[in-house]
Nanobody, 125 residues
Framework: QVQLVESGGGLVQAGGSLRLSCVAS????????MGWFRQGPGKEREFVAA????????YGGDSVKGRFTISRDNAKNTAYLQMNSLKPEDTAVYYC??????????????????WGQGTQVTVSS
């Protein structure tokens, strides 16, 4: 089965940066669209960013655009989320997800087939 493992989370001061990684195994990584979602305490899971097989990218909204960057390295079976200028409201569990086949979109959790366990990001003020 396909497995996704996130890493790179931790505690960081406001204004700092983190880079999250998601390593995939058990499938053909280059065939997947990859997404990042986050879920803060008491909140719904929120779409952050997605990158398609072609490299085309979608970001969730103004709260993320300009600060976060999604990328992928097919040779390493890895997707990344670079997070800069972090704010306390970015505190959440961050999940990566893989879409093995065209699901008609990239912003909904139901459009993805595989999920990692998540990595905690905490931003202190």
């Amino acid at each position: 089965q396909v497995q996704l493992v996130e890493s790179g989370g931790g505690l960081v001061q406001a204004g700092g940066s983190l880079r999250l990684s998601c390593v995939a195994s058990g499938g053909t990584f280059s065939n997947y669209a990859m997404g990042w979602f986050r879920q803060g305490p008491g909140k719904e899971r929120e779409f952050v960013a997605a990158i398609r097989r072609s490299g085309s990218i979608t970001y969730g909204g103004d709260s993320v655009k300009g600060r976060f960057t999604i990328s992928r390295d097919n040779a390493k079976n890895t997707a990344y989320l670079q997070m800069n200028s972090l704010k306390p409201e970015d505190t959440a569990v961050y999940y990566c997800a893989a879409q093995r086949k065209d699901s008609g979109g990239y912003v909904s959790i139901r459009q993805y087939d595989y999920w990692g366990q998540g990595t905690q990001v905490t931003v202190s003020s």
